[in-house]
Each structure stands twice: as structure tokens, then as C-alpha cells.
Nanobody
Framework: QVQLVESGGGLVQAGGSLRLSCAPS????????MGWFRQAPGKDREFVVA????????SIADPVKGRFTISRDNAKNTMYLQMNSLKPEDTAVYYC??????????????????WGQGTQVTVSS
């Protein structure tokens, strides 16, 4: 069983930056597909970005392209979501997710087996 622990959310003004972290407990994520999803109040959960370490492929949603970047620190076994030029419409609970099978960085939340508890990101105008 993999547990994903997120951190780094908070309140930021429009145009600002935040970095979210996701650390899987007790297991290396080197063979997993890792991703980020978000859910705003009253809306469905939506895909943000995902990366496959085995295939070195990235999928990223158009609304965040050019502003958000996914990365990892192998030594810390931690994945990051760097969010720049934040907009009020980025306000949501952000979830880290892991896919234990397959190599494709899927945009479909149903393909992911493990989820973090979520961290709130609020962007003020």
C-alpha cells in the first residue's frame, strides 16, 4: 500500500507562485506514473499534469501549460508541482496521485490507484 503525503498549499495573490510536494510513504515512486489533479468547489476533479518516470513522458492540461511544471527529487523521494503565474481560476484542492501499472501519463483519474489527502490552493485577485 502506498500513502501519498502532500504539502505546500496556501493563499497567494494572482501572479504569484507556489510549490506543492508529494511524498509516497514507504516506497519509491521510480516505477510509477505520478500526477496532480485538482477540484474546485462545485466542479469535477480535473487533470493538471502527470509524468511517467519509465517512459519520460509528460501530459499537461492546456489551462496550466507554460505555467506549471512537474519535477522530482530522487534523493528525497519527493515529487513537486511548481505553479507560477497563478490565477484565481487555479483555486482548488490539489491532489497527488500515483498509478502503479502502465507507462502512460494518463489524464484520466480512474487510471490512478493511490491518492493523497489534498492540499488547498487559494489564489486571490
Amino acid at each position: 500500500q502506498v500513502q501519498l503525503v502532500e504539502s505546500g498549499g496556501g493563499l497567494v495573490q494572482a501572479g504569484g507562485s507556489l510549490r506543492l510536494s508529494c511524498a509516497p510513504s514507504g516506497r519509491s515512486f521510480s516505477t510509477y506514473v505520478m500526477g496532480w489533479f485538482r477540484q474546485a468547489p462545485g466542479k469535477d476533479r480535473e487533470f493538471v499534469v502527470a509524468f511517467s518516470w519509465s517512459s519520460a513522458r509528460t501530459s499537461i492540461a492546456d489551462p496550466v501549460k507554460g505555467r506549471f511544471t512537474i519535477s522530482r527529487d530522487n534523493a528525497k523521494n519527493t515529487m513537486y508541482l511548481q505553479m507560477n503565474s497563478l490565477k484565481p481560476e487555479d483555486t482548488a484542492v490539489y491532489y497527488c496521485a500515483a498509478r502503479s501499472t502502465g507507462w502512460y501519463p494518463s489524464m484520466d483519474s480512474r487510471d490512478y490507484d493511490y491518492w493523497g489527502q489534498g492540499t488547498q490552493v487559494t489564489v486571490s485577485s
